[in-house]
């Protein structure tokens, strides 16, 4: 069988509008089973965001391969879920109609979508809010509605782009644990990209660890420890101190590398 | 935590001296909105005292013999004027009629101008190639005083109100094209990603992505391109109409009538007035989902 997402000697170049070349990925190499969940974390701008535009096929890459389900990604394809980083539910729709928007998009029927739509927000503990405008919700509850949103569509593939960094610890570790509870009630492949080793570890199966830019992937390590899990109490499993320290050591020279660059760019 | 809790201690104690023990939060309520129903009566009569000193020193001006009544006319002759016109009807008929015509001419230019300027607004933010060609084509035309369209539009549509409409429309059209255009551009580019992965097709993006995120630009130009379709609807009539009030004004002034032209300029700035408060009524329909900003008051 083949792996979910494969990425090989995948490259991404663009072009800056000063009209030079930034490369944000380098030849890289990953391979993500079906129903895995993965967290790739790296220095800040080391093209992690990168990576899951070119699996989404929201990007093309400059060169290389990339596949899902053994096809290579020629745009965007039907089975994946984004989480994005920012806000991106649609401020001028009810919650309701945000979640309902991917089915319609697909064809569904304006009543069926919203049949589905209303199911969703009740596994996401968000009954009784249909009608409200994102404005009105805390940032977790949009989150909420955005996990939702990505969830309806069924992905086999859910792309997450430091979804809960904007969040409160509490409401995070909160969010964290709902996450793998609708995980593991689907057989979805989960990439989720973070700054975060603590809950890179906490939610995931594997790590990947990117270079300082241009990224490529340093070394990865699987995370041997049981589900289910809850977030909240994992980090005080001595086995997660031993691969944290194990995943630090080598994540460690990255950031510096990252630091001492933007130290530099920071004094030219 | 400290701060809230000297708050409790500090109200608690004040309404202790102040007032009858009991529940201080109600009080404290009950006071906020005493104090805004005065302000509110200070503001209203302030502004009647402004209308008052602004009226009356221009009535008492030209008693006096400070200012010429013919050149500048007077309040009470403007208000006669006005009664004159409501009570035995305008030399072009009944007042209303004039008033409605050029009402109808407002709201058609208007519509036709947003209409269209949303259009073609979208499908120039859309189409980088469009935009490119036809961008100097519409900087040019911008430039030029508009108003001047309604001689031509005179000429070649007669003297009813299709040129007038045609002339507001104009004016209107530049100003809702470009804030159109500009929301189309300025959309959120994650918004369009998380809609295209959500499985948008073209079609959809345009009209629940792009359209919805240009609509708060659209909807904040439409305050000033109505006042502009009052303008087209006025100029318009001075090219030449049978209709109107501002025909009503250039009769007066043909006539050396400067009560006529004030009372004319009163009744537009009536109309026009009546014209905002029906479009901020629109534009909490349309974007509702907007949060409600705070502010003390609305003019």
């Known amino acids: 069988m083949s792996p979910a997402i494969e990425l090989h000697h995948a490259t991404k170049r663009f072009l800056t509008p000063s009209g030079t070349v930034f490369t944000a990925l380098q030849n890289l190499d990953m391979a993500v089973e079906p129903g895995e969940f993965c967290a790739v974390v790296g220095p800040t701008g080391c093209g992690k965001s990168t990576t899951l535009a070119l699996i989404s096929g929201l990007e093309p890459p400059s060169e290389g391969e990339v596949k899902v389900f053994g096809e290579p990604v020629t745009g965007i394809g039907e089975g994946i879920g984004y989480v994005f980083q920012t806000d991106a539910v649609f401020p001028w729709k009810t919650v309701l109609e945000n979640v309902a928007a991917g089915p319609r998009y697909r064809g569904v029927a304006n009543r069926d979508a919203r049949e589905q739509a209303r199911d969703w927000l009740s596994r996401v503990g968000l009954s009784g809010f249909e ?13 909420r509605v955005a996990l939702a949103q990505s969830l309806i569509n069924g992905p086999r593939i859910l792309l997450m ?15 964290e644990n709902e996450l793998l509870g609708l995980w593991a009630a689907s057989s979805a492949s989960v990439v989720f990209v973070t700054h975060d080793l603590e809950e890179a570890i906490s939610l995931s199966d594997r790590v990947f660890v990117i270079t300082a830019g241009p990224g490529t992937v340093k070394s990865n390590y699987k995370v041997d420890l049981p589900r289910p899990r ?20 080598d994540l460690r020279d990255e950031v510096l590398v990252s630091y001492e660059r933007q130290k530099r760019s920071g004094a030219a | 935590m400290n701060v809230r809790s000297a708050a409790g201690r500090l109200s608690a104690g004040m309404s202790a001296r102040t007032e009858p023990a009991g529940r201080p939060a109600g009080d404290l309520v009950a006071k906020r909105r005493r104090d805004a129903q005065r302000r509110q009566l200070n503001v209203a009569g302030l502004r009647v005292l402004v209308a008052v000193v602004f009226l009356g020193g221009w009535e008492l001006g030209t008693r006096l013999g400070w200012i010429d009544p013919f050149f500048w006319s007077q309040p009470s002759a403007i208000f006669a004027k006005l009664w004159y016109w409501i009570s035995q009807g305008t030399e072009l008929g009944p007042l209303w009629e004039q008033a409605l015509v050029t009402m109808e001419e407002t709201v058609g230019g208007f519509v036709v101008g947003s209409i269209l300027g949303v259009i073609i607004g979208v499908a120039l933010g859309r189409s980088r190639l469009l935009s490119d060609v036809l961008g100097p084509y519409i900087k040019a035309a911008n430039a030029i005083p508009r108003v001047v369209v309604g001689a031509l539009f005179a000429i070649s549509l007669g003297l009813d109100i299709k040129s007038k409409i045609a002339t507001a429309a104009v004016l209107v059209f530049f100003v809702v094209f ?37 609509l708060s630009w659209i909807v904040a130009s439409l305050h000033t391109s109505f006042g502009l379709a009052l303008v087209g609807a006025v100029v318009g009539e001075l090219f030449g109409a049978t209709q109107g009030v501002g025909e009503l004004i250039y009769n007066a002034k043909n006539q050396f009538d400067a009560a006529g032209v004030f009372a004319g300029m009163g009744l537009l700035a009536a109309m026009a007035l009546v014209a905002e408060a029906l479009i901020t009524a629109l534009e909490d329909r349309l974007i509702k989902w907007r949060p409600p900003v705070a502010t003390e008051t609305r003019i």
Request: charged share 25%.
């Open chain 2, 178 to 214: 470009f804030n159109a255009f500009q929301g189309v551009r300025e959309v959120d580019r994650t918004l369009i990603a998380n809609a295209r992965i959500l499985g948008a097709g073209d079609r959809q993006l345009t009209t629940e992505i792009l359209i919805p995120s240009a």
């Open chain 1, 161 to 175: 782009d430091e979804p809960f960094s904007a969040l409160d610890v509490q409401t995070r570790s909160l969010m």
């Open chain 1, 131 to 143: 009608d409200r405008y994102p404005y009105q919700l805390s940032g977790g509850m949009r989150k």
């Open chain 1, 230 to 249: 809850n977030v909240a109490e994992i980090r005080f499993e001595p086995r997660f101190g031993e691969i944290y320290q194990e995943i630090w050591n």
